[in-house]
């Protein structure tokens, strides 16, 4: 999971592959994406890095149940583009994060990657309702 969040935080793509097994799955809940499988992953990271090109996470605790790591902290992350049909003001945004993580064959088999869309709109300037829309295919 280390090597997960060093390689993200580096806008490693590459090297976050190399962590996760083939049937990864990746969910993040504020924009409503799940991508199965390792093509998938790279197409994800790669779109979501180019719209953040700055993320970094800093990891404050975690707490696991033998099969569900959970870890909490900060993400700062710059949006930038026009990616949802909006266009925001260029201000990093600092936003608590929470990450559930499960493992297979010693390989992140999943993450539910978990903050605020909400709050990232409003730090980033853009509406969330248009936001919502072009997430729902409307925009």
């Known amino acids: 999971m280390t090597g997960l969040a060093v390689a993200k935080s580096r806008q490693d793509v590459p090297a976050a592959l190399k962590v996760m097994h083939p049937r990864m799955l990746l969910e993040n809940r504020a924009f409503g994406t799940a991508a199965r499988g390792l093509a998938e992953n790279e197409k994800v990271l790669t779109r979501f890095f180019r719209s953040f090109p700055d993320y970094h996470v800093d990891l404050e605790g975690h707490a696991s149940d033998g099969e569900n790591l959970v870890c909490w902290g900060t993400v700062r992350m710059t949006w930038t583009g026009d990616r949802f049909g909006v266009t925001p003001n260029g201000k990093t945004a600092e936003l608590p994060v929470h990450i559930r993580f499960t493992f297979e064959d010693d390989l992140i088999?999943?993450?539910?990657?978990?903050?605020?869309?909400s709050e990232l709109c409003a730090r980033s300037g853009v509406s969330t309702d248009a936001v919502r829309r072009s997430l729902r295919g409307e925009g």
């Open 109 to 117: 088999a999943s993450e539910r990657f978990f903050f605020d869309l």
